[in-house]
């Protein structure tokens, strides 16, 4: 089972919608840091992560932020859910929020980096938080993310793999957002690449940081 599918199943308490302080503390953190990491991708100005690209596409026509923008796609992606049959959790619900405030919060905060070596650096650094925060919060197993829980609901609706599902729907978002005037480049491709590796490393923190009682 793949770690989004994981989590999508209830954890040990048995609901998707009850969190222990400590639990509820990882799923913030790991949201958190998931959107400062996308936040830090848009600031080296290298090329986005495809839903992103699509953010500041939407953002260029519309008076809403990048951050405003990804929660607006996050709600219409759940009206999508209502024809699927995926149970959305307390981690599909801050999801939604909470990374689109974390983006918008990081792009407030940081400035342009000048020269192309510390932009690299500032995208290596938001790959890495992407991808660990990722890992975390998925390990709360509270429910999926909007756009995974799409994810999940036309893989059981159309009986197509996983993989193909997240590469269509990937790219999908990433044309429309292109065609809308979003970034893509370097930084695109180097999401793709890296993002699996370092959501693997946060999944792994995650569980090593976490008692045993959740």
Do not use: K
């Not at 998925?138 to 609706?157: N, S, V």
Request: overall charge positive; glycine content about 16%.
């Amino acid at each position: 089972m793949s770690a989004v599918a994981e989590s999508a199943a209830p954890p040990a308490s048995g609901s998707l919608w009850r969190a222990g302080p400590w639990r509820l503390l990882r799923l913030v953190a790991g949201l958190w840091l998931f959107g400062t990491g996308e936040g830090l991708v848009v600031v080296a100005a290298l090329g986005n992560s495809p839903w992103t690209v699509f953010a500041q596409g939407l953002s260029e026509h519309t008076p809403l932020s990048i951050g405003a923008a990804t929660i607006v796609t996050s709600a219409v992606l759940l009206l999508v859910w209502t024809q699927l049959d995926v149970r959305p959790g307390l981690g599909t619900i801050a999801n939604a929020l909470i990374i689109g405030v974390a983006i918008d919060v990081t792009l407030g905060l940081c400035g342009d980096p000048h020269g192309l070596p510390l932009r690299i650096a500032v995208l290596l650094a938001g790959l890495v938080c992407v991808g660990v925060g990722s890992g975390v919060y998925l390990g709360c197993r509270l429910g999926p993310g909007p756009r995974d829980g799409l994810m999940l609901g036309l893989h059981a609706r159309t009986g197509w793999s996983i993989a193909r599902l997240r590469t269509l729907i990937e790219l999908s978002a990433l044309t429309a957002g292109v065609l809308l005037g979003g970034r893509a480049g370097l930084g695109t491709v180097a999401f793709a690449l890296f993002v699996g590796p370092a959501v693997a490393l946060g999944l792994r923190l995650g569980e090593r940081g976490a008692p045993a009682t959740g």
